[in-house]
């Protein structure tokens, strides 16, 4: 980034929706433009009028009347077995995925797919569009399909190592088969509404530990596709959905085992998928040890 770029809230200190605007129009996000967009909406700093409503004014000022924003507005799963009749899904429900989805969802032009567990939010002239059919009958990274097809783009705002990584990698996972090949298909659900009644959602396209997701990062870059500055003072990246897509799938078609993460106790990554059955072997032991070791601390002496 510039130091004499007038609008970098790096020169100007705190941001302006103006200022975000630029950033965001800096990074490559353009008008007309379907993007997906996650954020950790706390990076960003401090912002003139409050960070909420100048980050979603910046991101429709970019986008325009005919582009489309789309988040993640997921919701807690549980086992399936210990579901109960007062927590059921329904597009009031409150997302896990953190403020930005709760931004969105407070927008009046708001639009929430249906699925139980992996609803997206969307704003702008394609939202409906683009969240059409995404229900409990659909993938649960579906609207990624459509982002790809619409020549969309992928933007991460201050969350590209808390929560790394670009969401095409599950849809990818998702149109190679890998996410119906995991031993955790079907244990975790939700109850939501459907025909006037209560009806339990049994989830067994399972994504997975995202935290691997950034060893992808410079495979982007050798591609061209990756970019990179700041929105506010957060660290944010940005691609082309149909790109990434495409690079995601040949690698993980593969090596499905390329975006796992390093954590030797993760259940996700190294013992629930049954093409890593070589790992799955050596990890219960691991794992039941550790938790033995947790549970029974050493004393010091």
């Known amino acids: 980034m510039s130091a004499s770029t007038p609008a970098s809230t790096a020169v100007r200190g705190a941001a302006t929706r103006e200022s975000l605007r630029h950033d965001l129009e800096q990074l490559g996000l353009a008008r007309g433009d379907v993007a997906l967009v996650r954020a950790d909406v706390g990076e960003i700093g401090r912002v003139k009028g409050g960070v909420g409503d100048s ?7 970019t986008v325009g009347p005919e582009g489309t924003l789309v988040a993640l507005a997921f919701t807690k799963t549980t086992f399936v077995w210990r579901l109960q009749g ?36 969307a704003l702008g002239a394609r939202a409906k569009e683009v969240l059409a059919g995404h229900d409990e009958t659909a993938s649960s990274f579906e609207p990624m399909g459509k982002i790809v097809e619409h020549g969309g783009k992928q933007v991460l705002i201050g969350c590209t190592r ?26 975790f659900g939700a109850l939501h509404e459907k025909a006037g009644a209560v009806a339990t959602f049994k989830r067994r396209d399972i994504g997975g530990c995202s935290m691997g997701f950034h060893k992808l990062y410079a495979e982007y870059e050798k591609e061209g596709l990756l970019r990179q500055g700041l929105v506010g003072k957060a660290e944010s990246m940005l691609v ?10 040949r690698l993980l078609s593969k090596d499905p085992r390329a975006v796992f993460c390093d954590n030797r106790l993760c259940a996700f990554c190294r013992g629930s998928w049954l093409y890593n059955k070589r790992d799955m072997l050596a990890f219960y032991p691991r794992f039941v040890l550790s938790a033995l070791r947790n549970r029974h601390p050493k004393r010091a002496e």
């Open 55 to 61: 980050l979603i004014g910046a991101l429709r000022d």
């Open 86 to 121: 007062s927590d059921v899904f329904n597009e009031k429900t409150p997302p896990t995925t953190g403020a930005l989805a709760r931004l969105f969802l407070e927008q009046p032009d708001a639009v929430r797919s249906r699925h139980p567990t992996n609803s997206f939010v």
């Open 162 to 187: 808390s929560s790394p990584g670009f969401t095409t990698v599950h849809w990818a996972q998702h149109v190679l088969g890998l996410d119906r090949r995991s031993i955790l298909g079907g244990w």
């Open 240 to 249: 082309p959905a149909a790109p990434a897509y495409a690079l995601e799938h």
